[in-house]
């Protein structure tokens, strides 16, 4: 195997890794999403059963359960999110300095044939 094989096959590594890295970190932002959302409920849920407008105890529990795993799972998936995009950005840089460094070669016309 040639060099430039090899390098070819190390470039189509990295953009196998690169797109496998993309769906973690859609997948984090979607988790991050939910997360927001379950803190908000939790709260509401919470705000809720102060005043009085819903049953309590199990209720009031349930709610803080909620915000509290909310926060968790959005902390935990943000720095998810943060170590993927860098490892995105390393394997990018690594491919673009891979493309950068073959030699190309001119390819000169070939001469044309007169009919």
């Known amino acids: 195997m040639t060099d430039d094989e090899e390098e070819t096959d190390e470039i189509s590594a990295l953009e196998d890794r690169i797109e496998a890295l993309a769906k973690t970190a859609e997948r984090c ?16 849920l919470l705000l809720v059963v102060i005043l009085g407008l819903f049953g309590t105890g199990e209720t009031a529990l349930g709610s ?29 840089a690594l491919r673009a300095q ?7 070669r001119l390819v000169h016309d070939a001469p044309t044939k007169l009919m």
């Open 29 to 44: 932002r979607k988790f991050i999403l939910v997360s927001k959302i379950a803190i908000v409920c939790g709260a509401v």
């Open 64 to 92: 803080i359960a909620l915000v509290l795993g909310g926060i968790v799972s959005l902390g935990s998936n943000i720095s998810t999110l943060q170590q993927t995009e860098a490892a995105i950005r390393d394997a990018e």
């Open 98 to 104: 891979l493309i950068g460094g073959f030699e190309l």
